[in-house]
């Protein structure tokens, strides 16, 4: 028999991870973080970007615009924002 502690655990551990640029650092301790996919065309076949935002929550305001960050799913923090700011994979040049 499993007790709560392991099972908050290993819900904490499925949490979705994603990794994307940062667009917008102007509000405070948050940023605004964009995942760009190439998605075939239904009809014509060709590729076509979509793109994805995320609003993230950055405690420290440690990120700039150009970064790539990892942020983690979290719990509702505002009526936009439920991500949350892991780590800067890599700083912007």
């Keep these: 028999m ?5 099972t908050t655990a ?12 940062v667009v917008s650092d102007r509000m405070k301790k ?3 973080v ?3 996919r190439l998605v075939k ?8 970007r979509h793109r ?3 609003k993230v929550h950055d405690e420290n305001n440690e990120c700039r615009v150009g970064d ?8 509702p923090m505002s009526k936009d924002k439920r991500w949350r700011f892991v780590e800067i994979v890599e700083r912007a040049k």
């Design 2 to 6: 499993t007790t709560a502690t392991e």
């Design 10 to 21: 290993a819900e904490r551990n499925r949490r979705k991870l994603r990794v994307g640029k």
């Design 30 to 32: 948050t940023i605004v």
């Design 34 to 36: 964009s995942i760009e």
């Design 41 to 48: 065309h239904p009809t014509y076949g060709r590729y076509v």
């Design 52 to 54: 994805t935002k995320f």
């Design 68 to 75: 790539t960050v990892r942020f983690m799913e979290t719990r």
